[in-house]
């Protein structure tokens, strides 16, 4: 047996939920909070059989994709001391990071 932990972007969280639970597998969501942008993110657990990792792989895949967005970023202003002006610039976000582990002994009490 094998846990996937998921990050994904809060944007992408409740179609990945919808796609997982319709072919089967059991999801565990947790809301977290990090990255360069300090956005929200949707942690998922998901313990899968090993000869299931690949299909659930394959949907995370399909479902968060990396796209462009514009964030702020500050600036400080030359001459003044301390004061920072937001400055845009063009990120990507998106996609997921993903961990997969074994698991030595699962347990549903």
Known sequence: MKLIIAIVQD???QKLTTTLMN???SVTKLA???GFLRAGNTTFLIGVDAERLD???ELI????KSRK???TSPS?????AGVY?????EVTVGGATVFVVDVEDFRKI
């Not at 002006?85 to 610039?89: A, E, F, G």
């Open 11 to 13: 944007e992408d969280a």
């Open 55 to 57: 299909h659930a792989l």
């Open 23 to 25: 072919d089967g597998y």
């Open 61 to 64: 895949e399909q479902v968060c």
């Open 69 to 71: 967005q514009v964030a």
């Open 76 to 80: 400080p202003v030359a001459g003044a």
């Open 85 to 89: 002006v937001p400055y845009p610039v």
């Open 32 to 34: 977290t909070t990090g």
